[in-house]
């Protein structure tokens, strides 16, 4: 199941520039309820080192990634990342964190499905812009255990970066914001009485070399595929994986509530 998990996040890391830390959630192997979900997103945090590694090399055969928007939203995601997954992670409850993102991100899908164009004179901000946006999405992202592009493509299409580009250039971007939001989960969780054989802090090392195994080869056929498509199908693409996340993130939020 987990090489399963990893091939499908390798593909549309390749694809969409998403990490797929969102989709390897593993509810069934019978750790303690007390650390499943914290080990569950800090373990696919980690797998997207790995994924994105691959997708960037591909993409950037093709000249398809922005790397000096990669360099100006780093620096941020750095820090965001660093300050989410060791300070903020294992005391948060993520129930209303992951209610709340599920609501953009419905928003954020019908805009991709419906292929609504942004303001024409848009443009991206500057250095300290960038920083500002690139430390909250770092934030954001170690926290529910994402690589960012759920809320670094819709802004980079918001401020009229071409899809192919911004898709292309999220897979850039996961790399830092899972490098240090990786680091800070093993940091603020090592030593965990409660974690099982196996683990550095809440990664969890057999599921991450299940899932790299497959995801590096995976990552290719997906960027393959998005230089095929045209503007329009990859963002309803996209699209539909958003709805889907959102789907995910309530229902996780429901059961989180009790209803």
Known sequence: MLMLCGGISGFLAGLLGIGG???LVFNHLGFGQNVIVHMAIATGMATILFTTTS???AHHKHNSIDWKLVAGLSPGLVIGSLVGGSEIFEVINTSWLSLFFAMFIVYTSI???IN????AGRELPGTLGLFSFGAFTGVIASLVG???AFITVPFMLWCNVKPHTAMASSSGLGFPIAAAATIGYMYGSWGNPNLPAGSMGFVYLPAVLCIVAVSIFTAPLGAKMARKLNVAQLKRIFGVILFMLAAFMFNESRKAFGF
């Open 21 to 23: 830390g969102m989709i």
């Open 55 to 57: 997708a960037i090399w």
């Open 111 to 113: 805009q991709m499905i």
């Open 116 to 119: 609504k164009k942004p303001s």
């Open 146 to 148: 994402a690589g960012g």
